[in-house]
């Protein structure tokens, strides 16, 4: 079943991103997903984002719903038809609405796992975490800034800001499938974030991530952005 259109607002959307030891990568993501590298490096991470007015493409926004997400990534190239492609492959999302929840697959792409949020945001600062029925569980403190982090392995904001935007496509498992869902917006444009502290159950797993396989990059921030979430023909994998 291919996904429908969804239209709506990006109300908030914080980008937690790492690097990741290519061979790790390698072995952890299934085919025909590749590793997308950055100085030998892959690039992966979680999306916290806030959607409201979401609904159908061409339904009145005064029916659409808020939810708060969170979508682990990994930035990925694939060949198809012949085509080299770049997206990120999403092994899990997580959310707050019960809706999302029961319709994943159907209205929004893959397994979306039901978990509790709590938020507090205020002049710049941002305290985001969740926890889910399986215990997955992540939390972040940042604030709004205009100082780069020299330790990243982008140059600067517009280098990664450009490396997330060509990312617009994900594929999220699906049994022996793969969903896929395009992000267009209206209006990209990113800020930075610097992180006080950061917690993930999913990358703190050393039997995934083996100690010392992952380190933290940068965090980004996006604000009020109108959007389309557009359904892809699903790929199978290999």
């Known amino acids: ?82 085509q080299l492609k770049e997206g990120v492959y999403i092994p899990r999302r997580d959310t707050s609405s019960k809706l999302n929840a029961l319709a994943g697959g159907t209205i929004f792409p893959g397994v ?47 280098c990664v800001s450009q490396f997330f935007e060509a990312g617009s496509v994900g594929y999220s498992p699906h049994k022996t499938e793969f969903d896929g869902l395009e992000l267009k917006a209206y209006n990209w444009k990113v800020s930075m974030l610097k992180v006080t502290k950061v917690n993930s159950s999913f990358f703190e797993d050393l039997t995934i991530f083996p100690k010392g396989s992952v380190v933290f990059d940068n965090a980004l921030l996006m604000k009020d952005i109108e959007h389309e979430w557009i359904g892809l023909p699903r790929i199978k994998g290999i």
């Open 112 to 158: 979306h796992h039901f978990a509790k949020f709590t938020v507090k945001e205020s002049n710049g600062n941002y305290n985001v975490a969740f926890i889910s029925e399986d215990e997955t569980s992540l939390s972040i403190i940042a604030k709004e800034t205009d100082v780069w982090n020299d330790q990243s392995i982008f140059d600067n904001l517009e």
């Open 1 to 82: 079943m291919k996904i429908p259109k969804i239209k709506g607002i990006i109300d908030r959307r914080i980008l937690i991103n790492y690097q990741v030891d290519k061979e790790v990568l390698d072995n952890y993501l299934p085919e025909p997903f590749k590793p997308k590298l950055v100085n030998g490096k892959g690039i992966a991470g979680i999306c916290l984002i806030r959607l409201k007015q979401i609904r159908p493409k061409g339904f009145p926004k005064q029916i659409g719903i808020s939810s708060e997400n969170g979508a682990h990534r990994i930035a990925v190239e694939w060949t198809e038809n012949g």
